[in-house]
């Protein structure tokens, strides 16, 4: 019960005090204070069981400060005792506190998936969304034979083990992308001579078998973006319509994006789809499209031609570009697009990029209409995005480097600053992150450097990362096909 009877009260001259009061007072301490607090009488102890003061600190605590809950998976609050909420409200914080500090502890390491042929290297890695954050996708290119391991990893048990694996060696192979959608039965698709839809059977007992296809698209095009039932691609010819597909039973062609003031071999970088629009960012351009389809005012056979609403030019070309929609409590609530963070390295004259991050944010527009329409007059956000800080990460000549973004705020990557660790040097790598802010955020941390540094070692193997904020999980790929899983929760 959430009632307290004034007789349960302790007879000190600063109780009774009225529980709205009391929870307002709390809401605003740390959790190691409310925790001493419980241990300073019958009444406090009382006060802080109750399962509506855990269902506040949990909303202000952790949903409203855009905390991830581990391994929570989206279900009810609703149904959740006092003790449950409070289970996760502190566990919410203390991976918070730990994640956020300037040197993580990792509370499991683990290393798994050392190939046995030479020239070994995994070339991707993403954990995949929702399905209780346990599976991680990774991807092995072997040199000779030259053949692509596809497998699926269970990460949440000791000993991470592989419960799906995917030969490919004949053929083209234009890679992976990864449903951002964890309700779809299409977990991934697949570019080789066609496009493959496939699905994992978990159930599955022999690993071979459990990567089940689900649809194809005859022909070879780039794959950039998987969510729910539509695919986005890009054609690899000179004139490089982007094409976005309906993949249910019978895959079609949906919409084509045109940009005619532009150079379409402007290879894609990222994208953001939702409701009615997609923003891409090219080399040098972000563009904003309706996906809704017209007809086109000249026939023309095919599918539906739709032209940017809007666009912005970089002032340099972009080396490497990652991109996610901010988690955001209080967007969500008011059904509004949440800020859209944006992590740019751009490239440079010579044969290695820029040594900086710059981060920037596609901002909402407060103008924006939900439910109306997108249009000209009704965009969701605007083109141009705000530069918010630079971070610096150098990278040496030929060095591997990568970069990872979270849906909650987190950056993560791989450079070669690790002169401050184990002194000047020819080889060496940092992995390191920063929680990115919004614009008009108050931040203490100076712009040049890492907020938190996760690991640095002495040689250059590693070369991919994948991040996974609601587990608390990194796993780190290395040039000879080998993963080291890390775990902060």
Not at 477 to 485: A, C, E, F, Q
Request: charged share 20%.
């Amino acid at each position: 019960m959430d009632e307290i009877g004034t007789n349960s009260w302790d007879c000190s001259p600063s109780l009774p005090i009225p529980l709205d009061i009391l929870f307002d007072v709390i809401q605003h301490l740390p959790l190691q204070s409310i925790l001493a607090l419980r241990q300073t009488s019958k009444s406090f102890y009382a006060t802080t069981r109750l399962r509506s003061l855990w269902a506040l600190l949990l909303r202000t605590l952790v949903q409203e400060q855009n905390i991830p809950i581990p391994y929570f998976d989206g279900e009810s609050l609703d149904c959740l005792s006092a003790s449950e909420l409070e289970q996760l409200t502190r566990h919410a914080l203390v991976l918070r506190n730990n994640w956020t500090n300037s040197d993580p502890d990792a509370r499991r390491e683990v290393d798994f998936y050392k190939p046995t042929e030479p020239d070994s290297r995994i070339i991707f890695m993403q954990f995949l969304p929702g399905r209780g954050n346990r599976w991680l996708i990774s991807v092995t290119m072997t040199v000779q034979p030259r053949k692509f391991v596809i497998q699926c990893w269970d990460v949440a048990v000791l000993q991470p083990v592989c419960i799906a694996e995917l030969t490919h060696m004949e053929g083209p192979y234009g890679g992976v992308v990864i449903n951002d959608d964890p309700s779809s039965p299409a977990i991934m698709a697949m570019q080789s001579a066609q496009t493959e839809i496939l699905t994992i059977d978990f159930e599955e007992e022999d690993p071979e078998s459990a990567f089940v296809p689900l649809s194809t698209i005859d022909g070879i095009r780039e794959i950039h973006l998987l969510s729910g039932n539509t695919l986005v691609t890009r054609r690899p010819e000179t004139s490089g319509e982007v094409s976005i597909w309906d993949i249910n039973d019978q895959p079609s062609e949906k919409i084509q994006l045109v940009n005619p003031s532009l150079l379409q071999n402007d290879r894609c970088q990222a994208m953001h789809l939702r409701d009615d629009y997609v923003v891409i960012v090219r080399q040098q351009s972000i563009e904003l499209y309706s996906t809704t389809p017209r007809p086109n005012i000249i026939a023309t056979p095919g599918a539906p031609i739709s032209y940017p609403l809007a666009q912005y030019s970089f002032q340099w070309r972009t080396e490497t570009v990652n991109m996610s929609e901010q988690i955001n409590w209080h967007a969500a609530r008011s059904h509004r697009p949440s800020p859209i963070n944006i992590v740019v390295r751009f490239g440079s004259i010579y044969p290695w990029p820029v040594n900086i991050l710059h981060h920037f944010v596609l901002t909402p527009n407060p103008a924006y209409v939900p439910g109306r329409e997108t249009s000209l007059y009704n965009l969701p956000y605007f083109t141009q995005p705000t530069p918010v800080q630079t971070i610096g990460s150098p990278v040496r000549l030929f060095a591997p480097s990568s970069v990872a973004l979270g849906r909650y705020g987190t950056a993560l990557w791989l450079d070669s600053h690790t002169e401050d660790w184990v002194g000047p040097s020819d080889c060496g790598q940092r992995l390191a992150g920063r929680m990115l802010r919004g614009t008009g955020e108050s931040t203490s941390e100076h712009g040049s450097h890492a907020s938190m540094v996760f690991r640095v070692r002495d040689d250059d193997l590693w070369n991919k990362i994948a991040i996974d904020e609601e587990s608390g999980r990194i796993a780190v790929g290395y040039v000879n096909g080998s993963i080291t899983l890390f775990e902060y929760s």
